[in-house]
């Protein structure tokens, strides 16, 4: 199954060598105005079963894809803007979009693939047509801007893979036209970023590590449910560990930065098996972490974390995203508690420090944290003092001892006369 899955996925790349995996436009149209636009390249590698074991198709998104007007739209009354496309025989993807008014990011894709098409799915022993979707896609842009990203972008769902190369695309566009500013993705960054200027010196030092702004603010955010109730608490002290290419300093700097909860707002949903907080401060740092739940097993864990940022000094907006993290596992009706500063690795560009954390992404029965499970850095700082205590303990414990036995040896030495 992996191996097929691999040679599937060898496949896609060689056709985009070779020609074989052609850009499309799209756009999904209000009257005569324009909502969405995108241009794009996009191979699939799908699992599938026959009567002789599992098999991949790959295969790429053909030029003769087109719209679906009847299901795409530019989200009239409060609805999400989707754009929906169609090709082949059934089959077809959509972007559903949202918004928090500084950015837009790709809500989730819809994958359709029909069984009974045997030219992509020879000798299948099915012949319905699947639909899955993902929720974690990882494609995010500030507001008026085009997200540019020439890099391979994948989404895993279901036993399919989409990926998504030389993309150009813009949602709720205030006019007919790609905006020419970019949310460029961190992928492109690091291809592209020039390399750090070096001294004529032979003794230039490397760059220094960030001086470190302290420890950040606890704060304290919810997600409540469409019925008001709250779904899921947290409880942190956030630190961004950023690496980007600083255009004042003309080449790429690390820099440590707080999350101020005065500034901050939270938004996010609960679903049955997966919860979002999302945090955005001052519309120049939207922060979103991804919670999932096994029902088998009653467990969850933070699955996914994604940042997007515009600083001042920056030469473009960040972003960065991971969707197979598996970090604060716990499990329902508990919440996780982790006092010790932690290290969160994201991406090699990105990662996040938390402090005095506490959060309950499920179960939530109250406004206030269940019995928590502790991390493994707390229990370890618990058991320190412990066997300090116990080794001074058995210490005094001998010394005792030895005093008592010497005291014995020292009256056997006289005689009662």
Known sequence: MRLCHALAMLLASWLAVLGGIHAVSLEVKEG??????????????????????????????????????????CGADGGSPWLVAVFGSGHAFGLSFSTNGSLYSVANLTLQYNLSDTTVFPNANSSDVVTVVSTSVGISAAINTTYRCASATSVGVDGATVTFTDMRMEAYMPGNDLSPTESVCVADQTSTTPPPTTATSTSSAPTAAPTPPGTPERGSYSVNNSNGTVCLLAQMGLQLNVSYFS??????????????????????????????????????????????????????????????????????????????????????????????????????????????????????TTDQFATAEECQLDQDQMLIPIIVGAALAGLVLIVLIAYLIGRKRSHAGYQTI
């Open 32 to 73: 005569n105005s324009t909502c969405i636009k995108a241009d794009l390249s996009a191979s699939f590698s799908i699992a599938y079963n026959t009567s002789s074991g599992s098999r991949t198709a790959a295969f790429s998104l053909p030029d003769s894809t087109a719209v679906d007007a009847s299901s795409s739209s």
């Open 247 to 364: 255009q004042s300093q003309n080449k790429t700097v690390q820099e440590l930065v707080n999350l101020t909860p005065s500034l901050t707002n939270s938004s996010g949903s609960c679903e049955a098996s997966s919860a979002t907080l999302v945090l955005t401060q001052e519309q120049t740092t939207n922060l979103n972490f991804t919670f999932t739940l096994n029902s088998t097993t009653n467990k969850y864990h933070l699955s996914a974390i994604s940042l997007f940022a515009s600083w001042s000094d920056m030469a473009g907006p960040f972003s960065a995203r991971n969707t197979t993290l598996n970090y604060m596992r716990s499990t329902v009706g508990r919440s996780y508690m982790c006092n010790a500063e932690q290290t969160l690795a994201v991406e090699p560009a990105f990662s996040l420090n938390t402090f005095r954390l506490q959060v309950q992404p499920f179960g939530v």
